[in-house]
């Protein structure tokens, strides 16, 4: 297993909006799935980004923070808004949920992504995130732009 926040071998990467994040993967699948320099697949990379995307506009199937660390979540908020998330962060157990599938190919992740994208075409991001509280939708885009670029950074083209 890779440690992840010890990983040199990233893109720079800096998306501004939801469209950025989609460019990017259909520049990624513009040619053979991408090489990963982490522990996901690229096609796990994607689900996993996309899931994200859904649970904003859904609701998180997950369990109630305990309330120190919901007190944390909103005290880091707007950094986790602004600057980039760091790599190796570890969930427990009971957010086994936000594991993508590990026999998710390539392919079928960014048909996935494609859909979740165009439900934002009708929908809207109000789910209140489990850690970091109640967002507008123009905060789950910064929150989703950070979080692709952190994970999208270990993914090369092919």
């Given at each position: 297993?890779?440690?992840?926040?010890?990983?040199?071998?990233?893109?720079?990467?800096?998306?501004?909006?939801?469209?950025?994040?989609?460019?990017?993967?259909?520049?990624?699948?513009?040619?053979?799935?991408?090489?990963?320099?982490?522990?996901?697949?690229?096609?796990?990379?994607?689900?996993?980004?996309?899931?994200?995307i859904?649970?904003?506009?859904?609701?998180?199937?997950?369990?109630?923070?305990?309330?120190?660390?919901?007190?944390?979540?909103?005290?880091?908020?707007?950094r986790?808004?602004?600057?980039?998330?760091?790599?190796?962060?570890?969930?427990?157990?009971k957010?086994?949920?936000?594991?993508?599938?590990?026999?998710?190919?390539?392919?079928?992740?960014?048909?996935?992504?494609?859909?979740?994208?165009?439900?934002?075409?009708?929908?809207?991001?109000?789910?209140?995130?489990?850690?970091?509280?109640?967002?507008?939708?123009?905060?789950?885009?910064?929150?989703?732009?950070?979080?692709?670029?952190?994970?999208?950074?270990?993914?090369?083209?092919?």
């Open positions: 297993m890779v440690k992840t926040s010890r990983v040199t071998d990233r893109r720079k990467l800096q998306f501004s909006s939801m469209p950025d994040i989609l460019d990017d993967v259909e520049y990624l699948a513009s040619g053979d799935p991408p090489r990963t320099t982490g522990n996901w697949s690229g096609g796990q990379i994607v689900q996993h980004v996309a899931m994200l859904n649970f904003s506009i859904d609701g998180f199937p997950a369990p109630r923070l305990a309330l120190p660390m919901r007190i944390l979540g909103r005290l880091v908020r707007k986790a808004l602004v600057d980039s998330l760091r790599a190796g962060i570890r969930f427990p157990r957010w086994a949920f936000l594991a993508p599938d590990g026999a998710i190919i390539w392919e079928d992740a960014v048909e996935y992504m494609n859909e979740s994208m165009a439900r934002l075409g009708t929908e809207r991001m109000t789910a209140p995130s489990p850690i970091l509280g109640k967002l507008a939708p123009e905060q789950w885009e910064q929150l989703h732009c950070r979080h692709a670029e952190m994970h999208f950074s270990f993914m090369h083209p092919a």
